[in-house]
C-alpha cells in the first residue's frame, strides 16, 4: 500500500508485540508489517509471518533457525538468525518505523542500529533507555528522528504535551498501580512466590516486567525513562501510586495547571499512538465508564518496603554507569526470583550490592555500558 507506514518489530512473539500486531490487524490500510522477530517461539513467530507477510524474519534462537527458515522460504519470507541479525535488518531501506519490543538489556544494540539508519523509534524496551539513556537520545537528535512511548505512562506525558512543546514542564507523576502486593510489608514480602508475583491486578504482559511491576522496580526504571524521553531533571519526576490504573500520568505546568491522560488500562492503545502519531486512529477498544469507577484514588508509594523505586532513584541521581548496573543486576535478579533461587526481597540486596561493587564511570561510552552490563552480570551471578 502506497501510504501505509512500514513497521518492523521486534520481539513480535512477546506481549507488546502481538498486540502491536492486533492493531496492525485492524488498521490494514495504515500498517504494514516489514519485518517480525522473535527468540525462542518459532511457531507462533512462522504462524505470524505466514499471516503478515513481511519480506524478512528474525528468530533469535539459532537452534531454531532451519525450522524456521523451512517454513517460510515456501512463502519467499527472507529468514535470519542471531543478535546480530536483528541490528542488520532494522536498516532495510523499506523500514519507516522501529517497533522496540525486545524486554531487557537484549534490546540496546538493535535500538542503537535502527536510529544511525534515521528510523522512527516506537519504544516499548524501556531497559534502553535506562541502561544508555544519555547516548541513545543524543544519537536521536544528532540524527533527527523521534522516540515515540508505548509504555503507557510516557505515552500519557507525551499525550499531555501535545500542542505544549513551548511550555516548560514544572513536574510530572507518574503513576503506578501498586501492583499485586500493594500495602503488603516486608514479613509478608518475604514468603511470597512467583506465581503470586505474577499475578498483575491490571494489566497482562510478559513475566519480567510483571515481576518489575510486583517490586516496583518497573516504576523505577519509568522514572529513568522519563527523564531521558522528556529532558527532565531528577527532582522534576514524581510517582504518585493510582491502584485504579485509569490515570496513565499526569504533567504539571509552571503555571500549576495539570493536565492528565486517562482511559481503561489497555496497551493497545498507547501502541496504537506511537505508530499512528499524529493522528489518532478510530477504534473499537472498550470505553471508559465513570459509574464503574465512582473512586479513583491515590497514595504514596513505599519505598522502605518496596526498596527497588528507591535503588532507582538513587541511580538515576548518581548518573555515569550507575543505571546499567541497577538494570543488569535487576535482571539477573528476576531471573534468580523466577528460577526459584532467591526470594523476593532479596532483589533488591542482590541489585543494592551491585550498585555498591561495580566501578562508578561518570561518563560511559557504548563500550563502557558494554562492558558495565557483563561485568554486572559476572557479579550478580557470583553474590547468588
Ligand atoms: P515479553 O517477554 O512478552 O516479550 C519479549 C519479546 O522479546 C519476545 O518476542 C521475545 O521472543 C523477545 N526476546 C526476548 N529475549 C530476546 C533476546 N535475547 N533477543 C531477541 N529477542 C528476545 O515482553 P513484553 O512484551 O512484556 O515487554 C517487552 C518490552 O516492552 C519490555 O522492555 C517491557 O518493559 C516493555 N513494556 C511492556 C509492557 C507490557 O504491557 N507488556 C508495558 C510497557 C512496557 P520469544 O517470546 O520468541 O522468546
Ligand atoms: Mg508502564
Known amino acids: 500500500m502506497e501510504n501505509s507506514k512500514k513497521i518492523a518489530i521486534l520481539g ?14 485492524a488498521n490494514p490500510n495504515s500498517f504494514e508489517v516489514e519485518v517480525l522477530t522473535g527468540n525462542g517461539n518459532a511457531d507462533l513467530l512462522i504462524r505470524q509471518a505466514i499471516e503478515f507477510n513481511p519480506n524478512t524474519v528474525v528468530i533469535a534462537d539459532q537452534n531454531k533457525y532451519h525450522y524456521v527458515k523451512d517454513e517460510l522460504n515456501k512463502h519467499d519470507i527472507k529468514v535470519f538468525t542471531g543478535k546480530k541479525a536483528i541490528a542488520d535488518v532494522v536498516q532495510m531501506e523499506n523500514i519507516d518505523m522501529v517497533l522496540t519490543a525486545i524486554v531487557g538489556y537484549a534490546g540496546l544494540e538493535s535500538t542503537i542500529s535502527a536510529i544511525n539508519a534515521g528510523k522512527q523509534i516506537a519504544l516499548a524496551n524501556k531497559e534502553t533507555l535506562v541502561v544508555a539513556g544519555d547516548l541513545v537520545t543524543s544519537l536521536a537528535k544528532e540524527k533527527g528522528i523521534n522516540i515515540y512511548p508505548v509504555d503507557s505512562e510516557h505515552s500519557a506525558i507525551f499525550q499531555c504535551l501535545a500542542g505544549e512543546f513551548h511550555n516548560p514542564i514544572e513536574k510530572i507523576y507518574l503513576t503506578a ?13 518475604s514468603t511470597v512466590k512467583k506465581e503470586q508475583a505474577l499475578k498483575h491486578p491490571n494489566w497482562e504482559m510478559g513475566a519480567k516486567i510483571t515481576i518489575d511491576s510486583a517490586s516496583l522496580m518497573n516504576k523505577g526504571l519509568e522514572v529513568i525513562e522519563a527523564k531521558w524521553l522528556f529532558g527532565l531533571k531528577p527532582e522534576q519526576i514524581d510517582v504518585i501510586v493510582h491502584p485504579q490504573s ?29 505508530m499512528g502519531y499524529p493522528n489518532r486512529i478510530k477504534s473499537d477498544f472498550p470505553r471508559f465508564n465513570f459509574l464503574n469507577y465512582p473512586q479513583l484514588t491515590f497514595e504514596q508509594a513505599d519505598t522502605e518496603t518496596f526498596r527497588n523505586l528507591a535503588l532507582a532513584f538513587e541511580a538515576m541521581n548518581k548518573g555515569g554507569n550507575a543505571a546499567c548496573v541497577l538494570n543488569a543486576a535487576n535482571e539477573i535478579a528476576v531471573q534468580a526470583f523466577l528460577n526459584d533461587k532467591i526470594g523476593f526481597l532479596q532483589m533488591s540486596d ?13 561518563k560511559p561510552s557504548y ?13 550478580a551471578r557470583e553474590l547468588l
Open 350 to 362: 542482590l541489585i543494592e550490592k551491585c550498585l555498591q561493587k561495580i566501578a562508578f564511570i561518570s
Open 177 to 189: 498501580s501498586g501492583g499485586p502486593f500493594r500495602g503488603k510489608k516486608k514479613d509478608f514480602l
Open 246 to 274: 485509569i490515570v496513565h500520568s499526569l504533567v504539571q505546568f509552571t503555571d500549576g495547571s495539570m493536565k492528565a491522560q486517562m482511559g481503561l488500562p489497555d496497551m493497545k492503545l498507547p501502541i496504537q499512538y506511537a
Open 367 to 379: 563500550n563502557d555500558y558494554v562492558e558495565t552490563d557483563t561485568e554486572t552480570r559476572r557479579v
Open 12 to 25: 513480535s512473539t512477546g506481549s507488546i508485540g502481538t498486540q502491536a500486531l492486533d492493531v496492525i490487524r
